[in-house]
């Protein structure tokens, strides 16, 4: 049973527009949660992560919002550009074993000029 | 600083044949592990390592094997490879509980 869920394995998003990847994970004993981006052939790299003990965090334009009760997390991207289109993975662990990461399936994000 | 640096980036196997993953990072992170990658199905955790001499299995540790006698590398060995074991894998490494960098990635097919 996946313990980190992405149901939507494709978007697609006009530029300029916002852009949003959400997350489900069933597993409360999750307290850190982070979002990946991947282009093909290349390695996931990291884009931002929230700590169970916020509820929102933003770097530039990424946000990251959680909803704990509702064990969801989503990720917003405004404004959304071409070359944020890439694969987008949703990762959980505890806080202090971050180096043991549960993946989604992912979320393919394609922005059309 | 070449970061985390993965070889080979390809690999094709028979079944049964047995190869090694190299994984290695020039950053001193103490925590490296590996994954792999499947279609539909995310990134998975086959193995981690705390620091050199420690290791402990992940999600999917059946089939493989690995050590860590340096800081610096973490191979994955297939001892005796099957047709499932075919996939991407990705190395990664991070210092402490912190954000994990990974490396590019070998893709391996097991015939």
């Known amino acids: 049973d996946q313990q980190v869920k992405q149901n939507s394995p494709s978007l697609s998003v006009q530029e300029g527009r916002i852009s949003i990847l959400n997350c489900d994970y069933t597993?409360?004993?999750?307290?850190?949660f982070l979002w990946y981006k991947k282009y093909p052939a290349e390695g996931p790299t990291f884009l931002i992560s929230?700590?169970?003990?916020?509820d929102k965090n933003e770097d530039g334009r990424f946000t990251v919002f959680l909803n704990k009760s509702a064990k969801h997390l989503s990720l917003h991207i405004v404004p959304s550009q071409p070359g944020d289109s890439a694969v987008y993975f949703c990762?959980?662990?505890?806080?202090?074993?971050?180096?043991?990461?549960?993946f989604g399936s992912g979320t393919r994000l394609l922005v059309r000029p | 600083n070449a970061g985390v640096t993965q070889t080979p980036k390809f690999q094709v196997l028979k079944t049964g044949q047995s190869m090694t993953l190299q994984c290695a990072q020039d950053?001193?992170?103490?925590?490296m592990s590996w994954y792999r990658q499947d279609p539909g199905m995310g990134l998975r955790l086959i193995h981690y390592?705390?620091?050199?001499?420690?290791?402990d299995q992940g999600e999917v540790p059946n089939g493989y094997n690995v050590s860590r006698s340096t800081t610096e590398d973490f191979p994955l060995r297939l001892l005796s490879a099957a047709p499932s074991q075919t996939s991407v894998y990705f190395c990664?490494?991070?210092?402490?509980?912190?954000?994990?960098?990974f490396g590019p990635g070998t893709r391996l097919t097991v015939l």
């Open positions: 597993n409360s004993m999750f307290d850190y």
């Open positions: 990664a490494s991070s210092r402490g509980a912190d954000t994990q960098y």
């Open positions: 990762a959980a662990s505890g806080v202090d074993s971050s180096y043991k990461l549960i």
């Open positions: 390592s705390v620091g050199a001499g420690i290791t």
């Open positions: 950053m001193n992170h103490e925590y």
């Open positions: 929230i700590s169970s003990i916020k």
